[in-house]
């Protein structure tokens, strides 16, 4: 007979790790499946908002949610990156990638987000020869030279500020009239002497022979266009909810983010819910991502309850 | 069968690269490029990508840590 778990968890950052602590201690035949315990923490250099971790580097933070998850009796499956969703009578079937389908009467959405690409000519075709999307991984590549960070918020500071160990100049360029960035950041980074800020500027295209060689950039007070010389492009202008993989399966809202109910994190869609950074909560927090799971897991919980009594 | 990892201690899916190799007891060279500009250089030519973890197999190179490539290439199963 083929086998049904109670709940599938699509994700392994700290909304579905959360959601898979709580549904192992629930007793929940459970099957987590990830593409892998990194995600968007795992790419942060130092994390200084999460309790009891002060100072914690977000690889680190994600070994200890990944160890504290294997405490417990559930099933995890890696390199997974699931594919497709749907809703089949009673069941919910999950196709991923490189395995076969699998089926479950509930469904925790734990797939955060994903870096949002630029968009302009000569960026998809120059990724992993000048342009990036994460600096801890690829700033080393770009000792003294210089390097662009595209968007003036929290990610584009911190990605300025890890660069500025390797590159000899660093330009922040930033589309709007000023700075989000929070004010410790601004502050970090105003005492780098190789780190420029540039407001206004919208980027129109990165250009090269067989890598990043230029970028075009058009100043949007004056209209007027520019070619900078520059040897890497770091792209950190916000990210997308992960979520191409379950059209048409519940609602969404205008951003792509699935609509929950905030106290049981649950869709529109009964038995299926979204926690952490992938819904339309407003802000996009570790610890809130956490908790959400653990809503999600309780509220699947009660939800498979219901349904066998 | 001679295995070099070209990796950066902050990089997250070094770690995970390394971590993948060590668990299937497979010894290798460990070559920090943050330290070592010359080998930054010479994986950019040998590979055309300013990206890490690289590894290297009795000089077959693969980018990223792309656990099928890596697996065949060094007889892993799973």
């Given at each position: 007979?083929?086998?049904?778990?109670?709940?599938?968890?699509i994700?392994?950052?700290?909304?579905?790790?959360?959601a898979?602590?709580y549904?192992a201690r629930?007793?929940?035949?459970?099957?987590?499946?990830?593409?892998?315990?990194?995600?968007?923490?795992g790419?942060t250099?130092?994390v200084?908002?999460y309790?009891?971790?002060f100072?914690?580097?977000?690889?680190?933070?994600?070994k200890?949610f990944?160890?504290?998850?294997?405490k417990?009796?559930?099933?995890?499956?890696?390199?997974?990156?699931?594919?497709?969703?749907?809703?089949?009578?009673?069941?919910f079937?999950?196709?991923a990638?490189n395995?076969?389908?699998?089926?479950?009467?509930?469904l925790?959405?734990?797939?955060?987000?994903?870096?949002?690409?630029?968009?302009?000519?000569g960026?998809?075709?120059?990724?992993g020869?000048?342009?990036?999307?994460?600096?801890?991984c690829?700033?080393?590549?770009?000792?003294?030279?210089?390097?662009?960070?595209?968007?003036?918020?929290?990610s584009?500071?911190e990605?300025?500020?890890?660069?500025?160990?390797?590159?000899?100049?660093?330009?922040?360029?930033?589309?709007?009239?000023?700075?989000?960035?929070?004010?410790?950041?601004?502050?970090?980074?105003?005492?780098?002497?190789?780190?420029?800020?540039?407001?206004?500027?919208?980027?129109?295209?990165?250009?090269?022979?067989?890598?990043?060689?230029?970028?075009v950039?058009?100043?949007?007070?004056?209209?007027?266009?520019?070619?900078?010389?520059?040897?890497?492009?770091?792209?950190?202008?916000?990210?997308?909810?992960?979520?191409?993989?379950?059209k048409?399966?519940?609602?969404?809202?205008e951003?792509?983010?699935?609509?929950?109910?905030f106290?049981?994190?649950?869709?529109?869609?009964?038995?299926l819910?979204?926690?952490?950074?992938?819904?339309?909560?407003?802000?996009?927090?570790?610890?809130?991502?956490?908790?959400?799971?653990?809503?999600?897991?309780l509220a699947?919980?009660?939800?498979?309850?219901?349904?066998?009594? | 069968?001679?295995?070099?990892?070209y990796?950066?201690p902050?990089?997250?899916?070094?770690?995970?690269?390394?971590?993948?190799?060590?668990?299937?007891?497979?010894?290798?060279e460990?070559?920090?490029?943050?330290?070592?500009?010359?080998a930054?250089?010479?994986?950019v030519?040998?590979?055309?990508?300013m990206?890490?973890p690289?590894?290297?197999v009795d000089?077959?190179?693969?980018?990223?840590?792309d656990?099928?490539?890596?697996?065949?290439?060094?007889?892993?199963?799973?």
């Amino acid at each position: 007979m083929e086998k049904v778990y109670d709940l599938i968890i699509i994700g392994g950052g700290p909304a579905g790790i959360t959601a898979g602590i709580y549904a192992a201690r629930k007793k929940l035949k459970t099957l987590l499946l990830t593409k892998d315990f990194i995600g968007q923490v795992g790419k942060t250099s130092r994390v200084d908002n999460y309790p009891g971790f002060f100072g914690v580097s977000g690889q680190e933070l994600m070994k200890k949610f990944e160890g504290h998850l294997k405490k417990f009796e559930i099933e995890i499956k890696k390199d997974e990156e699931v594919t497709k969703v749907e809703k089949k009578g009673e069941f919910f079937s999950v196709k991923a990638e490189n395995s076969n389908e699998f089926k479950a009467k509930a469904l925790i959405v734990a797939t955060g987000r994903d870096p949002r690409p630029l968009e302009v000519p000569g960026e998809k075709e120059f990724i992993g020869r000048g342009v990036s999307y994460c600096s801890i991984c690829d700033s080393a590549f770009f000792k003294d030279k210089a390097v662009a960070v595209i968007g003036g918020g929290n990610s584009g500071f911190e990605a300025a500020l890890d660069l500025v160990k390797y590159a000899k100049r660093i330009f922040i360029f930033e589309r709007s009239d000023k700075i989000m960035a929070d004010e410790i950041l601004q502050e970090q980074v105003k005492k780098e002497k190789s780190i420029e800020i540039h407001l206004n500027k919208e980027i129109k295209k990165i250009e090269g022979r067989d890598k990043v060689q230029a970028m075009v950039y058009q100043d949007l007070k004056t209209g007027k266009t520019f070619q900078v010389p520059i040897d890497g492009v770091f792209v950190q202008i916000g990210t997308i909810p992960a979520t191409g993989f379950l059209k048409g399966l519940c609602e969404f809202n205008e951003k792509d983010e699935i609509k929950v109910d905030f106290e049981s994190c649950g869709t529109s869609t009964p038995g299926l819910f979204a926690a952490g950074d992938v819904n339309n909560g407003k802000w996009k927090q570790i610890i809130i991502a956490a908790g959400e799971g653990a809503r999600a897991a309780l509220a699947a919980y009660e939800y498979l309850q219901s349904k066998t009594l | 069968m001679k295995v070099k990892v070209y990796s950066t201690p902050i990089c997250p899916y070094c770690v995970a690269l390394k971590e993948f190799l060590k668990e299937h007891n497979i010894e290798f060279e460990e070559i920090d490029v943050s330290q070592n500009q010359q080998a930054a250089k010479e994986i950019v030519e040998k590979t055309g990508q300013m990206g890490v973890p690289v590894v290297e197999v009795d000089g077959q190179v693969v980018v990223g840590f792309d656990r099928e490539k890596i697996s065949k290439l060094l007889g892993i199963r799973e």
